[in-house]
C-alpha cells in the first residue's frame, strides 16, 4: 500500500516576491563587480581556446592536420625543394617548403584535433579572442596572423618536482652539450696551432750571432788539431 504524502505547507501570498526584494536590497549595498571591457581586459585561464597559433619553424607540410580536421578548414600550401648533400659524397635529398597555412575560423569549431595530432609541435592554443570581423570571409587568417598570435600562447606549466624530464630535453641538451665539446677542441685546436706559428714567426725573427773576427766560425767549440811538420820542409 503507498505511503500518504506528506501534507503541503500553505503559501503566504507574495512571499516569493519578499525574498526576491530581500536579495536586491542585500546586493544594492555591495560593490560591483562588473569589468568595463574592453577598459578592463578578462583574466582568461590558462587553457583558454581562443584561437590557433602557428610555429612555422616546426611545420613539416605532413598535412596530417588538414586531413584530420573534421570541418575542412585548414588550408596548406607547399613544394618540393632539393638540399644540398651535407657532406662531400653525401647524396641530395628534398624537403617540402611550406607556402600558404590559413584556417577559416568561420568554420572551425575548436575542437582541438589538429593541435593534438601534430607530431611535430607546430600548432597551439592562443588565448587571444579579439578577432571579429564585419565580413566573414575576413575569418580566414593567413599564417602571418597564426604566427603573430603564436607569441601569445602562455608557457606550459611546471612539471611536478618528482616528475622526469622531457625526453625531447634530454635530446636536445645533448647535442647542445657535444657541439659545445666539438667547439671548445676546435677552439683549443686552433689556439695550439696560432701559437706554434707565432713561435716559428718570432725564431725567424731573431738576430743571428756574428762569427769572431779574423777567422771562421767553427760548428763545435773545441779547437782544431795542430797539423804534424813535413821532414822535407827541415831539410830545405
Given amino acids: 500500500m503507498a505511503e500518504p504524502l506528506p501534507p503541503t505547507r500553505s503559501r503566504i501570498p507574495g512571499s516569493g516576491l519578499a525574498k526576491g526584494l530581500a536579495v536586491t536590497l542585500r546586493t544594492m549595498t555591495k560593490k560591483t563587480v562588473t569589468a568595463q571591457y574592453p577598459d578592463t581586459q578578462p583574466e582568461l585561464p590558462p587553457r583558454s581556446r581562443g584561437v590557433i597559433g602557428l610555429f612555422e619553424e616546426n611545420c613539416t607540410v605532413c598535412m596530417l592536420c588538414a586531413r584530420e580536421c573534421p570541418d575542412w578548414c585548414i588550408y596548406i600550401d607547399s613544394h618540393k625543394e632539393t638540399v644540398p648533400p651535407a657532406a662531400p659524397g653525401g647524396r641530395e635529398r628534398s624537403r617540402n617548403v611550406l607556402d600558404r597555412f590559413a584556417i577559416d575560423f568561420s568554420l572551425c569549431m575548436y575542437c582541438g584535433i589538429c593541435i593534438e595530432v601534430c ?3 607546430a600548432l597551439f592554443w592562443s588565448p587571444e579572442f579579439e ?4 565580413d566573414i570571409h575576413e575569418l580566414t ?3 602571418d596572423k597564426l604566427r603573430e598570435w603564436m607569441w601569445t600562447v602562455p608557457a606550459p606549466p611546471a612539471l611536478d618536482p618528482g616528475a ?3 625526453k625531447e630535453l634530454v635530446a636536445a641538451r645533448k647535442t647542445a652539450d657535444k657541439l659545445a665539446a666539438e667547439a671548445a677542441t676546435a677552439a683549443e685546436a686552433a689556439e695550439a696551432a696560432e701559437a706554434a ?9 731573431a738576430p743571428q750571432p756574428e762569427p769572431p773576427a779574423g777567422g771562421t766560425a767553427t760548428t763545435t767549440g773545441a779547437p782544431e788539431p795542430s797539423k804534424p811538420s813535413d821532414p822535407q820542409d827541415g831539410a830545405s
Avoid at 578577432?131 to 564585419?134: D, F, I, V
Avoid at 706559428?197 to 725573427?205: C, I, V, Y
Fill in 131 to 134: 578577432y571579429a570581423e564585419t
Fill in 141 to 143: 587568417h593567413e599564417r
Fill in 197 to 205: 706559428e707565432l713561435a716559428a714567426q718570432t725564431a725567424e725573427q
Fill in 119 to 121: 607530431p611535430f609541435d
Fill in 164 to 166: 622526469e624530464e622531457p
